[in-house]
């Protein structure tokens, strides 16, 4: 990697807050990024993997790593492998991860992104789980489009540096619902906290949850134990107090079916950010 190559483009209050919360030192980056390549390289060679080709180590791409673990390269390193493990552990539930084969997961009002962040910088996330048609579309489905929306998301440069939040509004969840998700062999698999704790190259900053019926507090307050404590603290169960949500995040921030003051959620800019045409 030649000294002196553009690997990023952050500048300001985002690079003052990769600085002093991420450890990153601009003057060490493009060392750090070649510490990283080397020690994923001899780990590839290691393993014996066939065609290493197939794993990104291009400059862009390992800085999400060195972020997400703070500029500490053996971390980054695990992450790393740990990125590339999950999916070839579960290449038989994820398939092709490609946008537009799951176009209808985007549109069908499930899932939002605003289109502004929050007061720390953070992108924000919002969820209706009860607009997601899981008679029609399986769960599967679901898992592909929230992890093909994570790897976009974390294209963004100001996402890995501030972080992303994601706010569950469960109102509205049946338990037929909630009964059929917790029976399938992903919810036993434990997929998505998994990818969470372990492999994922970014940085979840809080997951909140609003009307959340009996039945989706109790499974998570039986899970929750079993998290990891960085990951417990970040997951905050509202129920339909949103003056404590809004200790949070600003209600301003939020649209109107989450107890904001915005405009109603609406999937175009997501569908606009993962490069589905408008219908």
Same mark, same amino acid.
């Given at each position: +990697? ?10 300001? =209050?985002?690079?003052?807050? =990769? ?50 673990k703070k500029f500490d390269?053996?971390? =980054? @390193? ?12 579960? =290449? ?18 499930? +899932? ?79 997929? +998505? ?15 909140h949850f609003l009307n ?14 079993? +998290? ?5 603290? @970040? ?45």
């Open positions: +990697m030649a000294e002196g190559e553009q690997v990023t483009a952050i500048s300001g =209050a985002t690079l003052e807050k =990769a600085i002093s919360e991420l450890h990153e030192d601009p003057s060490t980056r493009l060392q750090s990024i070649d510490d990283l390549r080397k020690l994923v390289e001899s780990d590839e060679e290691a393993e014996g993997l066939v065609d290493p080709s197939l794993r990104r180590k291009d400059p862009k791409f390992l800085l999400r790593f060195l972020r997400a390269v053996e971390r =980054a @390193r695990a992450l790393y492998s740990n990125y590339y493990a999950f999916r070839a552990k579960h =290449a038989d539930i994820l398939g092709t991860l490609e946008p537009r084969a799951l176009d209808h997961m985007y549109r069908c009002g499930a +899932m939002s992104l605003l289109e502004h962040r929050d007061k720390t910088g953070c992108a924000v996330m919002c969820f209706k789980p009860s607009l997601w048609p899981m008679d029609q579309y399986p769960l599967t489905d679901l898992v592909r489009a929230l992890l093909i929306l994570l790897d976009r998301l974390m294209e963004d440069e100001e996402n890995q540096v501030h972080g992303l939040r994601f706010v569950y509004n469960y109102e509205g969840v049946s338990l037929y619902q909630v009964f059929t998700v917790a029976r399938s062999d992903l919810a036993r698999k434990g997929i +998505m906290v998994e990818l969470i704790q372990e492999a994922f190259p970014g940085r979840f900053k809080g997951l959340q019926p009996w039945y989706i507090s109790i499974p998570l307050s039986i899970i929750m134990p079993f +998290m990891k404590a960085k990951l417990r603290e @970040r997951f905050h169960l509202h129920g339909a107090d949103y003056a404590s949500l809004s200790q949070h995040i600003d209600l301003q921030d939020l649209p109107s079916d989450f107890g904001g003051e915005g405009p109603p959620s609406s999937s175009e800019f997501l569908c606009t950010l993962m490069g589905l045409e408008q219908i």
